[in-house]
């Protein structure tokens, strides 16, 4: 989602202004952006959508965690291994005896 100017605020500015941004963030459900010397530096964010935030982010994780899992079952049912020799090496682990 695009900012826009009215919805960054210099950083100097928010330490005067920090609860009435904190409301205006809760109420409109928008973002507000800080900035530090004119860069972005931090968001004041609704800690609902923070959570919502969180919870895509764990989300998508499973997601490619899935699609490997899928990929490796695939590559299995068509015979297709890695020796074991190049699996130890790839995990850092010194080969069985």
Known sequence: MASRASDIVPISEARARLSLLASKV?????EKV????GV???ALVDARRLDH???LEAE???LVLAEDA?????EALIGSFVPDEE???AL???PAP
Do not use: K, W
């Not at 809760?26 to 928008?30: A, D, P, Y």
């Not at 899928?70 to 695939?74: E, F, K």
């Open 53 to 55: 935030y969180h919870a």
């Open 87 to 89: 699996l130890d090496e």
């Open 92 to 94: 850092g682990v010194q």
């Open 70 to 74: 899928i990929t490796g079952l695939r």
């Open 40 to 42: 972005p530096y931090v």
């Open 26 to 30: 809760v109420e409109s459900g928008s």
């Open 60 to 62: 998508h994780a499973n």
């Open 34 to 37: 800080l900035t530090r010397n």
